[in-house]
Each structure stands twice: as structure tokens, then as C-alpha cells.
């Protein structure tokens, strides 16, 4: 299943492929742009490009186009912010086995995700595993091209010294069949250290037409219909010209609806159904989306709270408070990576006992 085509950006395209074409185009490279413009899909954009062995150039047909559009091109490395990792020295399979966990999770998607949550960021062991990747020759062709989406999240992790070093040497000096992207809606937080070793390309607004053209694809309306029923005339305003900020809902909505399973679990206090909400939290590989079902759930509980002191319930707010002390204290199992399952079936139990 590829991915959702690049809508949009293009002046900018034929500007990046008219110095491909002259052999100018800088080995190291920052797309930075508002969030939800397309950068990281440009990105991919570009190493088809880079990639592609037709005769015209991305042709979208030949197998290297179709690799990078399936996300499995073995010489395309895309990292993003991930949550951490268990092992806080992971080995480089653990970073890369996530990877393609990840990237395989996008490609179901068809490229179509959420933005990272706050928690989640690239750390050292992605960076070491990037400088490492950088010294191997290409596997298919003749060059290879490292994606690093969101690249303000790289986190300055104490004792790393070597691999930031090592990732600003290959920055500046990458080996000769290898391109950089990265890809930044704050560029300010990025390390001035990075910033001075990457060539800046700004990466603007999509104009209506594109956005329209790409809420009215039947793969993203699909996605989008989940999501919340619209007019693709309501969908193009509030994208304003950053469609990707149309995605960022999906999260947040399941999101909450797993929240309220939770509580409509918990206050039931029906033994099948704690057992059923619980078992809906997923597996390990879910991680990333229960951290994000338990933020809305804290949501989801203040909300309570206040109702209920509105109305002044006092004993009602009072219980919805102590649940929020029972989720904060379910983040923290989270976060040293206990079964969402296991956690979630645990709290749901804390909440009958706080909640009725
Ligand atoms: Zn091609």
C-alpha cells in the first residue's frame, strides 16, 4: 500500500529538481516550514527523486519509486521522535527493530499520521544508529538518503558526546552518496550547532487548491470521515494551508474514546468489561497511543471534577481528583514499560474503587 501523494509544493519541487539535475543540491539539508505543511512527506518526496532510475525522474513506476512510496527502500532512512526505549542503552537492532516497527505502522496508514506526542523524542541510540548506517554502502542503488522528521527533538542525552559529534561530522562532511533531510517546524530549537552545518530551504503554506485536492483523495476523506464528518470546503479552512494539521484530530479522538471506555468501564464495575476495555489498550507496540489515551483521561477526569463542583458536589469532585492521582500513577508504569494491558487493567479497577 504506498503512500498518499505529495499535494502541493510545485515551485519548490522544480526548484530541488532543477539542482539535482545541476548537481548542486547540498549534501545536508533543513526543510523548515510551519507544522503539517508536508516536510517530512517533501522529504520523501526528494529521495525518490534522488532514488528513482527512470527517465523521468520521480517516474513513480520503477521498483526503487516504489520502494520509497511503500516505505521498505532499504538505502531511504527515516527516523522521528519515538518514545524511549526501555533499555536506556538500547543496542542498535532494538533502535532499528522500532524503527521499522514505526515506519511499517505509517505505511499501513498510507502515510497519513498524527504528529509525535510531547513525550516522544530521537535519541542517542537513533543518532548512533544513523552514523553507523551513513558508513555502509547503499544496498540497491547508488546512493542513500537519512530522513530526520522533527529534528528539534534530537535530545542532548549527558555522556553522548561522541555520537552528537559524530552526527555534526557527518553533517558537515557526509559520505558521497549520501543525502540529509531535515525537516523542522521550530527551527529555532534546534542545536546552533546543527543549524550552521545544513543548508536551509523553506518549505511554505499549501495553497487551497493543493489542500483541496488532497482532502478530496479517497484514502485521506476515508481517514478523515473516521474522524469527524465535514465538508471538504470546512476541511480546506482549517487546514489553512497545512493540511497535515487536519491528521492531528484522529490521535486525539481515538484518544479520548479510549479514555471514556476506560470510565464507562470503571463505573460499571461489570468484571467483562474492565477485562474488554483493558484488553482494547493493545500490546507493547501500542505504547505511543496509550500514553495518549491516559493524557486524555486526566482531561477527561478534570472535567468531572469541575462538573462536579459546579453543581456542588463536593464528595464527586473529590473522588474524580483522587482518580487523577490513580492515572498520574498509571503514567508512571507507563513510562517504565509495563504492559499497557496489564496497567490499564489495574486502573481501571483504582477508578471503580474511586468512582463510584
Ligand atoms: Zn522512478
Known sequence: MPIVDLYGHGQLRERLAESISAGTLPASLLLQGPRGVGK?????????????????PPCGSCTSCRYVADLTHPDVHWVFPRPRLKDSD?????????????????????GLYAPPSGSEGIYVATVRSLVQRAAIAPAMGNRKVFIIGDA????????ADMAANAFLKLLEEPPADTTIILTSSEPGALLP???????????????????RAFVENPTVKKVLDNNAKATAAERVRVAAGAPGRLLSGETDARATIN??????????????????AALAQGSMGAR???????DALVELLGERARDALHSNDTAGAASAAKAVDAVLQAQTYASSNVSPQLIASKLIRDLSATLR
Request: aromatic share 4%; charged share 25%.
Open 152 to 159: 528539534e527533538r534530537m535530545v542532548p542525552q549527558e555522556g
Open 259 to 276: 479514555a471514556r471506555r476506560m470510565v464507562d468501564a470503571a463505573t460499571s464495575a461489570r468484571p467483562a468489561m474492565i477485562h474488554t
Open 193 to 211: 550547532t546543527i543549524r550552521s552545518r545544513v543548508a536551509v530551504v523553506r518549505v511554505p503554506l499549501v495553497q487551497d487548491k493543493a489542500v
Open 40 to 56: 517530512q512527506r517533501l522529504a520523501l518526496w526528494l529521495a525518490q527523486r534522488l532514488l528513482c532510475t527512470g527517465t523521468k
Open 90 to 110: 538500547p543496542d542498535l537492532e532494538q533502535v532499528r527493530d522500532d524503527y521499522a516497527e514505526a515506519t511499517a505502522e505509517r505505511a499501513a496508514a498510507n
Open 288 to 294: 505511543g497511543t496509550f500514553a495518549d489515551t491516559l
